[in-house]
């Protein structure tokens, strides 16, 4: 089913709490990229990463941290510091090569914080 | 930085008609344009691209357009099928390697 990999699918935590997403893709992709998916308002930017061990912040990384020690996983981090945790997260990994290719997204976690 | 717009938000289709999405882009520098297609509860899934030395691109059913000159870029869909109900996403990208910056989506309906 696709290649890259997240757990859990639904995961529910208390305010002020720490946790962890995982992505793992087996595609051998050079990037990796974590997306967040609200309502009404598409897909937003939270970070990417082209190569292991580097990465960027994306549009909206406040509140979020990621790490990249390996070439197939990209966990993220939602910390206490994100205001709005609650939310659909996508992510998506791609080839990097002579200009952009097509991004290959993951089932996604639906992340309930109370 | 790019801005991405996407309009309807939700469209309704009788089945049989076309169904036609329109997104305007801010950066003139974009050169790839990716259409994604996520049904209810599932992944986002690309359906068709342009880059932008290309003004259409047709893959059976599906269509893209788009227009450098006023920075905006169409998808459309051919008679359509309630299987096509589901969120389009399109999306623009300045990059050299692929970060892409989406537009809000739009909901199909595609009714009997």
């Known amino acids: 089913d696709g290649g890259i990999t997240q757990s859990p699918k639904y995961l529910f935590r208390k305010e002020g709490q720490n946790v962890t997403l995982s992505c793992e893709q087996n595609l051998n992709h050079d990037a990796m990229y974590w997306y967040r998916q609200d309502p009404g308002q598409g897909l937003r930017l939270i970070y990417y990463?082209?190569?292991?061990?580097?990465?960027q912040k994306g549009d909206i990384a406040e509140g979020y941290s990621v790490s990249r020690e390996k070439k197939e996983s990209f966990p993220l981090t939602v910390t206490s510091a994100q205001k709005n945790p609650t939310a659909f997260y996508l992510c998506a990994s791609s080839i990097v090569g002579t200009g952009v290719y097509e991004q290959y997204f993951g089932p996604g976690t639906r992340l309930t914080v109370t | 930085g790019e801005n991405v717009e996407q309009h309807p938000s939700t469209l309704s289709v009788q089945e049989g008609d076309s169904a036609v999405i329109k997104c305007t882009y801010s950066?003139?520098?974009?050169?790839?344009f990716p259409w994604y297609k996520q049904e209810l509860g599932k992944r986002p899934q690309l359906i068709i691209d342009?880059?932008?030395?290309?003004g259409e691109k047709k893959d059976q059913r599906i269509a893209v357009t788009l227009n450098k000159t006023a920075k905006h870029f169409s998808l459309h869909i051919t008679e359509t099928q309630p299987e096509d109900s589901a969120v389009y996403f399109c999306a623009a990208s300045t990059d050299s390697w692929g970060k892409l910056q989406f537009g809000a989506g739009t909901q199909v309906v595609v009714t009997p």
């Open positions: 950066d003139s520098a974009s050169n790839y």
């Open positions: 342009i880059r932008s030395n290309v």
């Open positions: 990463s082209q190569i292991v061990n580097d990465f």
